[in-house]
């Protein structure tokens, strides 16, 4: 009976390993030598140590939203390209509506400057 336990059994001991072997080998091999730039912490590219509500640049946010968009879109064009044989006219067809609508956010992004880095 426990014998039909040995693969997931396995399988958590190699998942653990292929996990926990990486970090202990940097830890034991990797030279220690702190300083001021490597213990700050960074986000969002500019300084923490000021005050929270202070005012900061949003265009950071908005090419980030607008990566993921983008990255969205060409993670479901791959399997579309796949099975474009398959699902005819009707899915070629959604998938250009698909794009249509992406392509006038991106004009309107583009017109509107929001794609501009100063």
Sequence with gaps: MLENYFPILLFIIVGLAVGVAP???GKLLSPHRPDDQKN????C???AFE????KFDVRYYLVAILFILFDLEI????????????IGLFG?????AFLGILV???VYEWMKGALEWE
């Excluded at 005050?51 to 202070?54: E, K, L, Y």
């Excluded at 064009?77 to 044989?85: D, E, G, K, S, T």
């Excluded at 070629?92 to 250009?96: K, P, T, V």
């Design 23 to 25: 970090i202990v080998v």
């Design 92 to 96: 070629y067809l959604a998938m250009m």
């Design 45 to 47: 590219g500019f300084e």
């Design 75 to 86: 993670a479901f064009l791959f399997p579309w390209a796949i099975v474009i044989r398959e």
């Design 40 to 43: 700050s912490p960074y986000e």
């Design 104 to 106: 006038v956010g991106f």
């Design 51 to 54: 005050d929270a509500r202070m």
